[in-house]
């Protein structure tokens, strides 16, 4: 954080990023509104991270000798504005702080990215104008609707809109027999030891072609946070794309490894096709910078979903967050692992830091319901998952795991609603007969619950549904035997479902049988 940073330089600290010489503010790519006196002192607290600068210093700088102005309430005034843009206040501070009587110091660690200068997405931005693409097919949430453009360069501007809304968000995914977790340890062991320093450091590249990297791993993000398989190969292309353009883009590949990662789980894919692609990359990343949070957090994901390496999973998401306490998605991806080992208390605080460093993000305010299903908080689960479903009523993680939450509750009929709302949405799909079964199931009827797994298998003769999909049939229908065969066929093939197994309610008939005891002790999550 010491040293002085110029007025023409591109800035990052935590979730945001600063033009200096472009007087802009983003975070997650998505431009935060800040003008005038605000943006005035922001420009002076970052060109002197870590260093008090006097408000009579700012008085100077901001009004003219002869200027008449009521500046203590101006430059209050000011400082509001900025802390409302950083979501910063002055009795938490996490990027400002105040210093009684003498006045302000930028306490959060700034990076510096490149000198100032338009990017490749900005040049295109002062060309034509794009028809705003209508609402895409949810059925296919990966694809745009069919949309006219004046030409490939606003093309070009629109994919670079689309992609500022950006921002980070995560699922669990699976794991297979790709690595041992003792080859994973012993690589980022080294690779961490043999650089003496894990501070972060400023790698030197072209200012234009980091511009360019940046532009397309902006794109790839927001692929990557549409959460679906489509979404997360096109993620791919275009982090595959930034590190062609910039080799030792470290946040290319970390963006990789975690595409890769959550793939797996979202294609239903055998691990083996995906993960040891996923491994290279996050490996890749923390070579390049080992002290990026980033690298370190997709190292914990895969130790996490991978090798249900608890240990080193919760010792690299530790230090991602020590590296960058700000970084919202190890705060979030740390507090699932900590509901996962069954650590409720722990994961809700480290959930609430997340929602406080990233208070838009829907996929945090889910996951933070899921927390609270997960301890059986169930009337404090359902009311933080319509609270996100206001908010977007099609937001398929919440839609879906609502359903489980109105169930431990008996809330039959809402949860046949809402899975037919789903199914409205998505069509139908052997997920839809498999709800279908578990809920008729748990509320006693049977015989529907029955006839609903027999509409299952027969689709099964056409379509192979996944062992999951089987799964919370058969735990519906009260069939222990094929529900443990179900589970057993998941840890083979290393599937996500596998690391709920500690914490989920639905498989609380199943915890006294010595073959669930033995799976818990497999897996790490053995009492």
């Given amino acids: 954080m010491a040293g002085k940073n110029g007025p023409s330089d591109v800035l990052r600290f935590g979730v945001f990023q600063v033009n200096l010489a472009a007087r802009e503010l983003r975070k997650h790519g998505l431009r935060v509104r800040l003008a005038g006196q605000p943006f005035c002192v922001l420009s002076m607290l970052l060109e002197r991270p870590g260093e008090v600068v006097a408000r009579d210093e700012m008085r100077q700088k901001l009004w003219a000798s002869d200027t008449f102005v009521d500046f203590e309430h101006s430059l209050n005034s000011a400082i509001k504005k900025l802390r409302a843009a950083l979501s910063d206040s002055p009795e938490n501070s996490r990027y400002v702080e105040t210093i009684p009587r003498v006045g302000y110091r ?137 590190t062609k353009a910039d080799p030792n883009y470290t946040l290319a590949y970390a963006g990789l490894a975690n595409s890769y990662t959550l793939l797996t789980a979202y294609s239903a894919a055998p691990g083996t096709l995906y993960m040891p ?175 609903e797994l027999k509409k299952l298998e027969n689709v099964s003769r056409h379509e192979q549904p996944s062992i999951v999909t089987m799964l919370w049939a058969h735990l519906g229908t009260g069939n222990k035997e094929e529900a443990l065969a179900d589970l057993e066929k998941a840890y083979s093939q290393h599937l996500s479902i596998v690391t709920t197994i500690k914490v989920e309610p639905a498989f609380d008939p199943l915890r006294s049988d010595p073959r669930f005891q033995d799976l818990l002790r497999r897996v790490g999550l053995a009492e």
């Fill in 277 to 451: 692609q996923a491994r290279a990359a996050a490996l890749r990343a923390l070579e390049l910078d080992a002290g990026s949070a980033e690298a370190h957090t997709a190292l914990a994901l895969i130790a996490q979903n991978q090798d249900w390496d608890w240990q080193t999973s919760e010792k690299e998401y530790r230090r991602a967050i020590e590296l960058n306490p700000n970084y919202a998605t190890a705060h979030h991806w740390y507090a699932e692992h900590l509901m996962w080992l069954g650590r409720f208390d722990e994961a809700i605080r480290e959930s609430e830091l997340a929602r406080r460093l990233d208070p838009l993000s829907l996929i945090i305010a889910t996951d933070h319901g899921a927390i609270l299903y997960f301890s059986r908080q169930y009337d404090r689960a359902i009311e933080q998952f319509q609270s996100v479903l206001a908010k977007d009523p099609n937001f398929g993680r919440a839609a879906g795991i609502i359903i489980y939450a109105y169930v431990e509750k008996r809330m039959f009929t809402r949860a046949l609603n809402e899975a037919r709302t789903v199914r409205h949405l998505y069509g139908d799909a052997p997920w839809y007969w498999s709800w279908m079964a578990y809920i008729y199931g748990r509320a006693g009827q049977m015989e529907r619950a029955r006839r």
């Fill in 106 to 242: 930028f306490i959060a660690p700034v990076e510096v990215i490149a000198a100032a200068g338009p990017t490749a997405a900005e040049t295109l931005l002062t060309r034509g104008e794009a028809v705003i693409p209508a609402k895409p097919e949810e059925k296919s949430a990966g694809r745009f609707a069919q949309v006219r453009f004046a030409s490939p360069a606003v093309l070009g501007i629109f994919l670079f809109l689309i992609a500022m809304v950006a921002g980070y968000f995560a699922w669990s995914s699976a794991r297979t027999h790709s690595q041992s977790s003792s080859k994973m340890v012993g690589e980022t062991h080294v690779d961490v030891e043999s650089r003496g320093s894990t501070s972060p450091r400023i790698q030197p590249v072209s200012p234009l072609k980091s511009a360019e990297a940046h532009d397309l791993y902006i794109k790839g993000m927001y692929f990557w946070n549409q959460r679906t398989g489509e979404g997360f190969q096109q993620a791919i292309e275009y982090f595959q794309r930034a």
